[in-house]
């Protein structure tokens, strides 16, 4: 079983910058088709980006132009560059491996990101 860690989520101020990192298990994470959803209080948890084992990448409308998704395949590891955040942007976030016909592969446990004057 595949397992998945975040971190390097945090208290940031509204217009501050974090960068989460996932890190991945196991010897096959090229071939993954990696994302990012978050989770708000009281909502739902929804896609805020994506990259496929090609490095296309996706976004959410209300993150483009602000998240970068990257990974590292050598290091087993997904990053969500988060830049310009807002307070909107509190969630917890959750790093999400699957396979490129859409099978599920892992979830991570999830990082609380707030952000607040």
């Known amino acids: 079983q595949v397992q998945l860690v975040e971190s390097g989520g945090g208290l940031v101020q509204p217009g501050g910058s974090l960068r989460l990192s996932c890190v991945a298990s196991?010897?096959?994470?090229?071939?993954?088709?990696m994302a990012w959803y978050r989770r708000a209080p009281g909502k739902q948890r929804d896609m805020v980006a994506t990259?496929?084992?090609?490095?296309?990448?996706n976004y959410a409308d209300s993150v483009k132009g602000r998240f970068t998704i990257s990974r590292d395949n050598a290091k087993n590891t997904v990053y969500l560059q988060m830049d310009s955040l807002k307070p909107e942007d509190t969630a917890v976030y959750y790093c999400y491996a699957g396979l490129s016909g859409g099978g599920f592969v892992s979830w991570g446990q999830g990082t609380q990101v707030t952000v607040s004057a």
């Open positions: 196991g010897s096959i994470f090229r071939i993954y088709t």
């Open positions: 990259i496929t084992s090609g490095g296309s990448t």
